[in-house]
T-cell receptor, first 112, second 115 residues
Framework: GDSVTQMEGPVTLSEEAFLTINCTYT??????LFWYVQYPGEGLQLLLK?????DKGSNKGFEATYRKETTSFHLEKGSVQVSDSAVYFC???????????FGSGTQLTVLP | GAVVSQHPSRVICKSGTSVKIECRSL??????MFWYRQFPKKSLMLMAT?????????EQGVEKDKFLINHASLTLSTLTVTSAHPEDSSFYIC???????????FGSGTRLTVV
């Protein structure tokens, strides 16, 4: 079955540091890939997505590139802010599946 | 954009009572909604898929009689936790797939505490 593996957290960075959160996947066919963000006490918000190989999703300074050859979708941001502190989930959907498959989530804390 | 409104955001109930959580799609019709449970510092666990006008599909290990799901209209799905116990305390989140897009929109979640 489909699965998503994320780097384990928590991740603690200083403001303006570079962020990478690794995500790899296994799936049948060619999945669509997503990053969701969850702020404390809230639901999930779509951060970015990519629907085919070599696509780059980007939003709010975050980027992730769909790498078919390495089955990866790593999340990056060049300069994090305190307001980026949240839990980040990598997810996919493939084939005829109707629901998302989530990774375990990575807690990010950015210190001023 | 597509918005799912989830209520209540927080609820505290006594053991043995039932709690209803509502999810409404505000500006679109949701034929399918998904209910997730999230444990502290853990990922989302899909509990069930709610289909408008038909019975919900439950994931393995989820008690159908404990977590009653009703999807009576295209804009409303409800999850009722029956005879709640402290171990049911968790964060519950609903989600709907937005028609025509490869994306899902999520409710803001409900923090359930059973005392």
């Amino acid at each position: 079955g489909d699965s998503v593996t994320q780097m384990e957290g928590p991740v603690t960075l200083s403001e303006e540091a570079f962020l990478t959160i690794n995500c790899t996947y296994t799936a049948t066919g060619y999945p669509s890939l997503f990053w969701y963000v969850q702020y404390p006490g809230e639901g999930l918000q779509l951060l970015l997505k990519a629907t085919k190989a070599d696509d780059k999703g980007s939003n709010k300074g975050f980027e992730a590139t769909y790498r078919k050859e390495t089955t990866s979708f790593h999340l990056e941001k060049g300069s994090v802010q305190v307001s980026d502190s949240a839990v980040y989930f990598c997810a996919l959907i493939s084939g005829s599946a109707r629901q998302l498959t989530f990774g375990s989530g990575t807690q990010l804390t950015v210190l001023p | 954009g597509a918005v799912v409104s989830q209520h209540p955001s927080r609820v505290i109930c006594k053991s043995g009572t039932s709690v209803k959580i509502e999810c409404r799609s505000l500006d679109f019709q949701a034929t399918t909604m998904f209910w997730y449970r999230q444990f502290p510092k853990k990922s989302l666990m899909l509990m069930a898929t709610s289909n408008e006008g038909s019975k919900a599909t439950y994931e393995q290990g989820v008690e159908k009689d404990k977590f009653l799901i009703n999807h009576a209209s295209l804009t409303l799905s409800t999850l009722t936790v029956t005879s709640a116990h402290p171990e049911d305390s968790s964060f519950y989140i609903c989600s709907a797939r937005v028609t025509g897009e490869y994306g899902y929109t999520f409710g803001s979640g409900t923090r359930l505490t059973v005392v």
